[in-house]
């Protein structure tokens, strides 16, 4: 400009190009529903379009803080929820493809991003003025004339700014910062190690003979497995859940089930390629520090004063109610399965590589019901069916397939979801199987969620698992806890689609209610209405035989011990971490060990997550001391879920009360009110004992 000024004549230069141009962050998305563009994002739109968003939200939030006007619900609480549109923008696609297609790149961005979000978090929840803004409204806020919705997000927002540390002075605000930023950091880096642990865990089999007792399913996933790692003509099992488990329960190879054990088991560990025992002891000390300048006494107390259960001493009280008896029948199991060890002619103990192939021999014999046989019956496509068709019954939605709508990966499948009188409700995006890029396990997110704070948003919603692959003429096969934990995610995406906030904020939840909705839909995986819907042969469309119906229904509660004991070990290991202090000499496998040793965890059995690859406790935030959410909201939903066995599986009133007092609301009501006004009584511990089969 400088040039052209001076009336100098410039040669012609081919324009450079950048990040900055045509970032497709800083366009409309005229996609179908305003579906992200994945093909037109790369990598290096990232950071320049965070980069952005952050300064564009810092001038939101310091317009509303340096209002000379006085403060109103409308220009301070609501105006910080309109806020920040390109940074939700921004962060709904890439903290999405982190966790379901990242590479090394992508998460040498999320280290440095981290970074940049923890400041921006702090400062803005450390803006005085701004907090002042809406402590004056706090303190008033009886008097203000709130709707209940308003009532909520003013109470909801306050606690934001106080949890972070609002009322402490700037010295304790600076250490705090320092704080939470090296928390995200050594977060990140924990759940990067144990991505790179699981990926680099391959046991490869090249000898037909090594495969003695696996089914047709497992072996064909192996070699698909083998095939998509550069290994063609061999087979291949790793440390998913997808391949781990069913290697387990079939192997007659015991060598080779004690190498598989063992090399899950070992993922993290100290002196491995990816120990995170020193990060574990960090992240520990990290949040006790900052717990005790919030005020609280341990990381656990400062995570639960947001929660249902209020206080450590209740989760405690409530792992310890339902541990005694799993445990007592986990003991019982145990001799089953060494009974039927001897019948084989066997004298070795029982080993925790035994436990999954006795447990379904065991099964077998009781229930004339092995996993082998049911497998086939599980085709994915039919089971995702099947979970639409139970949306369709409880609440009249239909799901219609597009493929020309852009996804992050081939596998991805889009579906629009549209409501019983034909309006549109959302889209839902079904990603279901495993690769090097995608963290192991199972969860729903969305890439967009529903408001109306500033005209209407509807929700883009993702379930993200990790099952294996078809291969040749046999398609992708679940087993029944692979069925049952699609069905759990979609119950996710079902709460998530059909939320009716008015304001962003409130879709985030109390994090120990957050599991009740999806637990309450696994319920209707295996009723034998919905198995009679989607349970078909994949080569015959043979259904699920009534005889074997009956005996899924009779062995569901057969191995409850073992499953209950192997969560809830890690559920109390979780709260024990993280109430009790650590110090540099801390070794993580003694202490571990100690902790297990305390609550009389029997040796046949491993703790669910080892510390060095728990993920849940050490891997992000929200988890952390909140592993035993899962069993509180399968608590609530276990009574919830006998009032549609007491008044019909499908009873529309109660299908109407359901999304109207919990689906639909979300965090904008207290989850124990919501809960009380669908049950119509408080909780009771009775019915998950009942499901459990952990009943006298």
């Given at each position: 400009?400088?040039?052209?000024?001076?009336?100098?004549?410039?040669?012609?230069?081919?324009?450079?190009?950048?990040?900055?141009?045509?970032?497709?962050?800083?366009?409309e998305?005229?996609?179908?529903?305003?579906?992200?563009?994945?093909?037109?994002?790369?990598?290096?739109?990232?950071k320049?379009?965070?980069?952005?968003?952050?300064?564009?939200?810092?001038?939101?939030i310091?317009?509303?803080?340096?209002?000379?006007?006085?403060?109103?619900?409308?220009?301070?609480?609501?105006?910080?929820?309109?806020?920040?549109?390109?940074?939700?923008?921004?962060?709904?696609v890439?903290?999405?493809?982190?966790?379901?297609?990242?590479?090394?790149?992508?998460?040498?961005?999320?280290?440095?991003?981290?970074?940049?979000?923890?400041?921006?978090?702090?400062?803005?929840?450390f803006?005085?003025?701004?907090?002042?803004?809406?402590?004056?409204?706090?303190?008033?806020?009886?008097?203000?004339?709130?709707?209940?919705e308003?009532?909520?997000m003013?109470?909801?927002?306050?606690?934001?700014?106080?949890?972070?540390?609002?009322?402490?002075?700037e010295?304790?605000?600076?250490?705090l910062?320092?704080?939470?930023?090296?928390?995200?950091?050594?977060?990140?880096?924990?759940?990067q190690?144990?991505?790179?642990?699981?990926?680099?865990?391959?046991?490869?089999?090249?000898?037909?003979?090594?495969?003695?007792?696996?089914?047709?399913?497992?072996?064909?996933?192996?070699?698909?497995?083998?095939?998509?790692?550069?290994?063609?003509?061999?087979?291949?099992?790793?440390?998913?859940?997808?391949?781990?488990?069913?290697f387990?329960?079939?192997?007659?190879?015991?060598?080779?089930?004690?190498?598989?054990?063992?090399?899950?088991?070992?993922?993290?560990?100290?002196?491995?390629?990816?120990?995170?025992?020193?990060?574990?002891k960090?992240?520990?000390?990290?949040?006790?520090?900052?717990?005790?300048?919030?005020?609280?006494?341990?990381?656990?107390?400062?995570?639960?004063?947001?929660?249902?259960?209020?206080?450590?001493?209740?989760?405690?009280?409530?792992?310890?109610?339902?541990w005694?008896?799993?445990?007592?029948?986990?003991?019982?199991?145990?001799?089953?399965?060494?009974?039927?060890?001897?019948?084989?002619?066997?004298?070795?103990?029982l080993?925790?590589?035994?436990?999954?192939?006795?447990?379904?021999?065991?099964?077998?014999?009781?229930?004339d019901?092995?996993?082998?046989?049911?497998?086939?019956?599980?085709?994915?496509?039919?089971?995702?069916?099947?979970?639409?068709?139970?949306?369709?019954?409880?609440?009249?939605?239909?799901?219609?397939?597009?493929?020309?709508?852009?996804?992050?990966?081939e596998?991805?499948?889009?579906?629009?979801?549209?409501?019983?009188?034909?309006?549109?409700?959302?889209?839902?995006l079904?990603?279901?199987?495993?690769?090097?890029?995608?963290?192991?396990?199972?969860?729903?997110?969305?890439?967009?969620?529903?408001?109306k704070?500033?005209?209407?948003?509807?929700?883009?919603v993702?379930?993200?698992?990790?099952?294996?692959?078809?291969?040749?003429?046999?398609?992708?096969?679940?087993?029944?806890?692979?069925?049952?934990?699609?069905?759990?995610?979609?119950?996710?995406?079902?709460?998530?689609?059909?939320?009716?906030?008015?304001?962003?904020?409130?879709?985030?939840?109390?994090?120990?209610?957050?599991?009740?909705?999806?637990?309450?839909?696994?319920?209707?995986?295996?009723?034998?209405?919905?198995?009679?819907?989607?349970?078909?042969?994949?080569?015959?469309?043979?259904?699920?035989?009534?005889?074997?119906?009956?005996?899924?229904?009779?062995?569901?509660?057969?191995?409850?011990?073992?499953?209950?004991?192997?969560?809830?070990?890690?559920?109390?290991?979780?709260?024990?971490?993280?109430?009790?202090?650590?110090?540099?000499?801390?070794?993580?496998?003694?202490?571990?060990?100690?902790?297990?040793?305390?609550?009389?965890?029997?040796?046949?059995?491993?703790?669910?997550?080892?510390?060095?690859?728990f993920?849940?406790?050490?891997?992000?935030a929200?988890?952390a001391?909140?592993?035993?959410?899962?069993?509180?909201?399968?608590?609530?939903?276990?009574d919830?879920?006998?009032?549609?066995?007491?008044?019909?599986?499908?009873?529309?009133?109660?299908?109407?009360?359901?999304r109207?007092?919990?689906?639909?609301?979300?965090?904008?009501?207290?989850?124990?009110?919501?809960?009380?006004e669908?049950?119509?009584?408080?909780?009771k511990?009775?019915?998950?004992?009942?499901?459990?089969?952990?009943?006298?």
């Amino acid at each position: 400009m400088a040039a052209a000024l001076m009336g100098l004549a410039l040669p012609m230069m081919a324009p450079m190009t950048t990040a900055e141009d045509n970032n497709p962050f800083f366009e409309e998305w005229t996609t179908p529903h305003g579906a992200p563009p994945f093909s037109n994002i790369e990598n290096a739109h990232y950071k320049p379009a965070f980069e952005r968003a952050f300064a564009e939200n810092r001038a939101e939030i310091n317009a509303i803080a340096n209002n000379p006007a006085a403060p109103t619900f409308e220009n301070t609480i609501a105006a910080l929820d309109k806020g920040g549109k390109l940074l939700n923008k921004v962060s709904g696609v890439f903290y999405n493809l982190t966790s379901s297609h990242s590479n090394d790149e992508m998460r040498a961005i999320q280290s440095e991003i981290s970074a940049m979000f923890s400041r921006h978090t702090n400062d803005t929840l450390f803006n005085k003025k701004l907090f002042d803004r809406v402590d004056a409204l706090y303190q008033k806020r009886d008097s203000l004339g709130l709707n209940a919705e308003q009532q909520r997000m003013l109470w909801r927002t306050h606690l934001d700014f106080t949890r972070a540390g609002a009322n402490l002075d700037e010295a304790a605000k600076a250490e705090l910062a320092k704080l939470n930023e090296e928390i995200s950091g050594l977060t990140i880096k924990f759940g990067q190690n144990v991505l790179a642990a699981t990926n680099a865990f391959e046991m490869v089999v090249d000898k037909e003979a090594d495969l003695a007792g696996l089914p047709d399913f497992v072996i064909a996933a192996a070699a698909s497995t083998a095939e998509d790692r550069g290994q063609p003509g061999k087979w291949m099992f790793t440390s998913t859940r997808s391949s781990f488990t069913p290697f387990m329960t079939f192997s007659t190879r015991r060598d080779l089930r004690e190498k598989m054990h063992k090399g899950y088991m070992a993922r993290g560990e100290k002196g491995s390629a990816h120990d995170n025992t020193g990060l574990v002891k960090q992240i520990l000390k990290a949040r006790q520090k900052r717990a005790e300048l919030l005020g609280y006494k341990n990381h656990a107390e400062f995570q639960m004063a947001d929660r249902m259960m209020g206080h450590p001493d209740r989760a405690f009280e409530l792992l310890n109610r339902i541990w005694a008896p799993a445990l007592e029948k986990a003991k019982e199991e145990r001799a089953m399965l060494q009974a039927m060890v001897r019948e084989e002619g066997h004298d070795f103990d029982l080993q925790p590589w035994d436990w999954w192939h006795y447990a379904e021999k065991v099964r077998k014999a009781k229930y004339d019901l092995d996993e082998q046989a049911v497998k086939p019956y599980f085709v994915l496509n039919n089971v995702r069916d099947g979970a639409f068709k139970t949306a369709n019954k409880l609440w009249g939605l239909t799901f219609k397939q597009r493929t020309d709508i852009d996804t992050y990966h081939e596998d991805v499948q889009v579906f629009e979801v549209y409501e019983k009188d034909g309006s549109y409700l959302g889209l839902f995006l079904a990603d279901y199987h495993p690769r090097a890029s995608k963290r192991g396990g199972a969860w729903n997110n969305s890439f967009r969620a529903q408001t109306k704070v500033d005209g209407k948003v509807t929700p883009i919603v993702v379930n993200v698992m990790s099952f294996p692959k078809g291969s040749g003429d046999v398609p992708p096969l679940l087993s029944a806890d692979n069925a049952s934990t699609l069905f759990h995610e979609f119950g996710h995406a079902m709460h998530t689609l059909m939320s009716e906030v008015t304001y962003g904020r409130l879709n985030s939840l109390a994090w120990d209610f957050v599991e009740f909705p999806s637990q309450i839909f696994e319920g209707w995986a295996f009723e034998p209405e919905m198995l009679r819907e989607y349970a078909k042969h994949y080569k015959t469309g043979e259904v699920l035989p009534e005889s074997m119906i009956e005996r899924m229904e009779a062995a569901s509660k057969f191995n409850q011990g073992f499953a209950t004991v192997e969560y809830v070990s890690a559920a109390l290991m979780d709260m024990m971490w993280h109430t009790r202090k650590i110090s540099d000499d801390t070794d993580v496998a003694a202490f571990e060990k100690s902790l297990l040793d305390e609550i009389g965890l029997i040796d046949e059995i491993v703790v669910r997550y080892r510390t060095p690859y728990f993920n849940h406790a050490f891997g992000g935030a929200a988890y952390a001391a909140g592993y035993y959410t899962y069993l509180w909201s399968e608590v609530l939903s276990a009574d919830a879920y006998a009032t549609f066995s007491e008044e019909g599986l499908f009873n529309q009133e109660v299908a109407a009360r359901l999304r109207t007092s919990i689906l639909e609301p979300r965090g904008a009501r207290d989850p124990m009110e919501m809960f009380e006004e669908f049950k119509g009584r408080p909780y009771k511990l009775d019915a998950i004992l009942e499901a459990r089969g952990l009943t006298d």
